[in-house]
């Protein structure tokens, strides 16, 4: 630690190291400015290690912090949901791993109780040790799952109780219960694993559909235009600037488009895989015989995050729009104490990566694992009123009719009516689609154990979510919902984003939902 500590804090000061040896060069210390920033965050770091110190008993796990203000946090044993087993690049050459324990806590902006530097053997034997502990003597824990179920997810109904195959998901052959998965290369109780998804180096095709790379090169020339400030170098000054520029005089507009085109689409594309193969590489989904959620991926970063079975409160399937049009989907954990913030967080409750949508689904029934589940996953949803139409058709048409009476505006003035005219044909008939589409997502349904809603149309997400996890109820009425007889519901839970919404549905079908999903709970407060 004593070595990564100061690699990762001098990471991290890249940008200021860079604008102090700039500066500095203009009274020719910049080196030595530089050396000294690097000194303290060494030093720093150095303190931040000798000032750490954790013990794990029988009934806790202890983490004291801190030099100038110490800061000990303590989690109990029984108030342990996941655990995420992080590997970074020097982690992995010196044998070492970060774990981060889940408590279900709902700030996911605190680092929590993390615990950096344990033998990467030590740390998977930790989290084997904390989340498959032995029940207190007469009791069993509330909503564990026994035993696995395979569904037919056309059929809506229980096959046969087995194990997946550990082969092939996608294989509709029968397969021996009996088998055993692929033992890991590494010795324990995670030989037992059943394997239920394993990444198919094929769906990397989907990866330029994410548009994952457009962010990645927004993040690149953010990064590229702060050096450029910082070092006070002009890019007019540049070769490659200049013959680009000569070139762009040299050609007619719509060359320049077609070639401006191709070239952003290729390059955001390349990145899109690469950030596919970093995040996703060698992913696996397994279950522990206890009952325990496993996946693992990364390609330079190795990580692995466990969830307790009985912390599972449901599964989103999400489709933006482009991977819409190629029939993927990514598949997403609902569970208490999952960290889902920012950074490599993000990937911590994908339970299956961007892959074919029937895979998504069928991996969904999986991980439910209830006889439910499979109509969770698929089954036909409640369409919404007429009047939710309508909003969302006000909501899309208003505004680009707005739009295109600027388009057509400005056609004029430039000489150029029937550009302007078309323009604003297009973008009144996209917004029109647009309303529709978003009318098109919406439903919602109770399936057994699983209240399921469905929303969006940029990003459609089908949430289904135990109605045992469900907590509590928000109904919520604005001006022009109350108009039209509509309302919003939602139901809370302390898993993943806290509240799953059911937009513009009618106030007698929000009674019949929150009535079928929590039975008694409402009835005290309706009038007779």
């Given at each position: 630690m004593l070595l990564i500590h100061p690699v990762r804090e001098a990471i991290r000061y890249i940008?200021?190291?860079?604008?102090?040896?700039?500066?500095?060069?203009?009274?020719?210390?910049?080196?030595?400015?530089?050396?000294?920033?690097?000194?303290?965050?060494?030093?720093?770091?150095?303190?931040?290690?000798?000032?750490?110190?954790?013990?794990?008993?029988?009934?806790?796990?202890?983490?004291?912090?801190?030099?100038?203000?110490?800061?000990?946090?303590?989690?109990?044993?029984?108030?342990?949901?996941?655990?995420?087993?992080?590997?970074?690049?020097?982690?992995?050459?010196?044998?070492?791993?970060?774990?981060?324990?889940?408590?279900?806590?709902?700030?996911?902006?605190?680092?929590?109780?993390?615990?950096?530097?344990?033998?990467?053997?030590?740390?998977?034997?930790?989290?084997?040790?904390?989340?498959?502990?032995?029940?207190?003597?007469?009791?069993?824990?509330?909503?564990?799952?026994?035993?696995?179920?395979?569904?037919?997810?056309?059929?809506?109904?229980?096959?046969?109780?087995?194990?997946?195959?550990?082969?092939?998901?996608?294989?509709?052959?029968?397969?021996?219960?009996?088998?055993?998965?692929?033992?890991?290369?590494?010795?324990g109780a995670e030989q037992d694993e059943q394997e239920l998804l394993r990444l198919d180096p094929s769906w990397v095709r989907y990866a330029p559909f994410t548009l994952s790379g457009l962010l990645t090169a927004a993040a690149i020339l953010g990064f590229a235009w702060n050096v450029l400030n910082q070092s006070s170098v002009k890019p007019g000054s540049l070769g490659a600037v200049r013959s680009t520029g000569r070139h762009l005089r040299d050609s007619p507009w719509w060359a320049i488009s077609l070639q401006a085109g191709i070239a952003v689409i290729v390059v955001i594309s390349l990145l899109s895989i690469v950030g596919y193969l970093l995040a996703f590489w060698n992913f696996r989904l397994t279950r522990h015989p206890e009952g325990t959620l496993h996946t693992s991926r990364g390609l330079i970063t190795a990580r692995s995050t466990s969830i307790e079975a009985r912390r599972l409160r449901g599964v989103e399937l999400t489709e933006p729009f482009l991977l819409r049009l190629v029939r993927a989907a990514r598949l997403s954990a609902i569970a208490t104490g999952l960290r889902t913030g920012r950074g490599s967080d993000r990937t911590a409750a994908v339970l299956a990566p961007p892959s074919p949508r029937r895979i998504a689904e069928r991996t969904g029934a999986w991980v439910l694992d209830d006889p439910g589940a499979p109509a969770a996953m698929t089954g036909t949803l409640s369409p919404h009123p007429a009047a939710a139409r309508r909003r969302r058709l006000v909501r899309s048409t208003v505004p680009a009719a707005v739009v295109s009476a600027g388009v057509i505006a400005l056609g004029v003035v430039l000489g150029q009516s029937a550009i302007g005219i078309a323009a604003a044909v297009v973008i009144l008939v996209s917004a029109a689609w647009l309303g529709t589409d978003r009318y098109r997502a919406l439903g919602h349904a109770v399936f057994g154990p699983f209240l399921v809603s469905r929303s969006g149309s940029v990003v459609r997400r089908r949430v289904a979510l135990e109605r045992d996890g469900i907590i509590g109820w928000n109904l919520h009425r604005t001006f022009f919902q109350r108009r039209v007889g509509l309302a919003s519901l939602a139901a809370t839970t302390a898993a993943g984003r806290q509240a799953y919404l059911i937009t513009d549905i009618s106030l007698d079908e929000s009674v019949t939902v929150i009535t079928a999903a929590t039975p008694g709970l409402l009835e005290q407060f309706l009038l007779t």
């Open positions: 940008p200021v190291l860079i604008g102090v040896f700039f500066a500095g060069n203009s009274n020719g210390n910049g080196h030595w400015w530089s050396v000294g920033v690097l000194a303290v965050v060494i030093v720093l770091a150095g303190v931040r290690w000798a000032t750490t110190r954790f013990q794990i008993t029988a009934d806790q796990v202890q983490l004291r912090t801190g030099l100038v203000r110490k800061r000990t946090l303590v989690t109990p044993i029984d108030r342990v949901r996941t655990i995420d087993v992080t590997e970074h690049a020097l982690h992995r050459v010196l044998g070492l791993a970060k774990v981060a324990i889940g408590t279900g806590t709902a700030d996911h902006k605190k680092e929590g109780l993390v615990l950096d530097g344990l033998g990467a053997r030590e740390a998977r034997a930790l989290r084997a040790e904390l989340l498959h502990r032995s029940p207190p003597v007469g009791s069993s824990p509330a909503g564990h799952r026994s035993g696995y179920h395979r569904y037919d997810l056309t059929a809506a109904r229980t096959v046969e109780p087995t194990s997946p195959p550990a082969d092939d998901l996608t294989s509709a052959a029968t397969f021996d219960p009996t088998a055993k998965a692929r033992p890991e290369p590494w010795a």
